[in-house]
């Protein structure tokens, strides 16, 4: 396998990239797991570590989970993971100040931990003789779940410190343990001797993934293309696999990312406290065009939930500049100089070409302004009102892509965006927090969509791409799955020709 850099980290509490996550999601497990199949089958919670779904009681507030008896760490613990392991995961992971620590601040004593004020997790209760976890909630929070299956609350021997862990290679629950990292050069996984799989887990395909670090992309295709690698990480130009192009012979793999570049609008700014204005960008964008300016792929998006996501509805968004020039019109903005602020990331700078476009058909006048690659966006445009953004999901749930109505943000993003994407819509926010209180299934898939489609329709939010990317394999190379959490899943990739390594 080829891949470009390292991953940010290999610290499951701290890990939060692609390819650490793809890495995660082959050597780590925690207390509940997604199924590791692709599509919306691969946002299904399993039990893991726990032998089955938690017992709720006290209208939400306390968890009960019992612990299976034969889940083992890899080496060199080798050893079967206890109630004490996972309190201990848990208080080390607040310790750390992870980037997902807000997805678990409902568990009582949680926040505590993270400010440093405690080292105990007051609302875990371990039972090593009983084998019996118990998490005491200050609210009801149903997404509590889907974070306990995330990379984050990945079990880790009792004991583990409470530092970057990257380089120390800490043993987990997963099919394949690290048994290698030298930076720069590559890592290695083995399969886990002391993993069994389990309904959702299944054992690795492979005996060996040597991850290659370091190559171009162009060097990686090509490496695939000729047999001497089995898949690439790093996305390359549909053109490249076709005849003539440096990747011709491999297979090339549309893979659709669990993300949204979207157009983020401040709602109490004007003009953009008129819906009417609002409404006229999403009207007036043409999305194929701001699709195809993003070069390792896109299609358009009319919701903020990505495809393969419970609660995605696929709707249609025509053109209608005539509309969109009247809306603006009648809310007596037309000639109004707005700024867009384009983004830092390649997406959001791709699609800024055609949002610039779709505000001057609607009929204000834009100005395109780049934020500094060298700074963050709430310092450098701290009252921006219009921007172009990517937001990736973590949960594959509607509660992440709407987690500002809930009064929390997404992993990774900033504390205090400079301009909320959905901001003062009163009856919006209680219908997303209606929302998140029901319990995971159809009805509460059903219920994030119709928010979805309320923001969008309000233009409190603008979908114009899901971002996608050409990723290839050798000829041969079967099992490639996409999963809505982690991406291509390692696990299942097979080599042509045997069961030997996979590269």
Known sequence: MEAGDNPDFLDPALAHGTLSWQIMGATQGGLLAYRRVGGTGGATLVPDLADAMPVIAKGGLTLTFHLRDDVQFGPPASRPATASDVKASLERMLRLDSRGSSLYSAIQGAPAVTAGRTRTLSGVTADDDARTVVITLTRPDRTLLEALALPFASVLPKGTRASDQTVNLTPGLGPYVISAFDPDSRIVLTPNPEFSARPGLPAGKTGRITITI??????????????????????????????????????????????????????????????????????????????????????????????????????????????????????????????????????????????????????????????????????????????????????????????????????????????????????????????????????????????????????????????????????????????????????????????????
């Open 214 to 503: 370091g190559h171009r992309p162009q060097v990686a295709a090509t490496r695939v293309a000729t047999g001497q690698a089995d898949y690439s990480v790093m996305p390359v130009p549909v053109a490249a696999t076709k005849a003539g192009g440096y990747a011709r012979g491999a297979t090339a793999n549309t893979i659709t990312r669990s993300a949204t570049a979207y157009v983020a609008i401040d709602a109490t700014q004007a003009p953009f406290t008129n819906a009417n204005v609002r409404r006229a960008i999403g009207l007036a964008l043409d999305r194929q065009v701001a699709a195809r300016a993003i070069s390792t792929g896109a299609r358009p998006a009319t919701r903020m939930i990505p495809p393969g996501t419970p609660g995605h509805r696929p709707a249609t968004a025509a053109m209608n500049v005539a509309t969109a020039r009247s809306l603006v019109s009648r809310a007596g903005a037309t000639g109004t100089s707005v700024t867009l602020w384009a983004g830092v990331t390649a997406i959001e700078r791709a699609i800024t070409p055609a949002v610039r476009d779709a505000l001057t058909r609607s009929g204000l006048v834009p100005t395109v302004r780049s934020v500094p690659r060298s700074s963050g966006l709430g310092r450098s445009a701290p009252h921006a009102a219009l921007a172009t953004a990517v937001w990736t999901q973590a949960l594959p749930d509607g509660s992440d892509a709407y987690a500002q109505l809930l009064g929390r943000t997404a992993p990774g993003t900033p504390a205090n965006p400079p301009f909320p994407a959905i901001s003062g819509n009163a009856a919006l926010r209680k219908a997303a927090r209606s929302t998140a209180r029901r319990a995971l299934g159809p009805g509460r898939d059903a219920a994030w969509a119709r928010v979805d489609a309320r923001a969008v329709a309000d233009g409190r939010a603008i979908p114009v791409a899901t971002p996608a990317e050409t990723q290839v394999t050798a000829s041969g190379v079967t099992g490639l799955m996409v999963n809505p959490v982690f991406g291509v899943l390692l696990a299942p990739l097979h080599p042509g020709g045997g069961s030997g390594p996979a590269n």
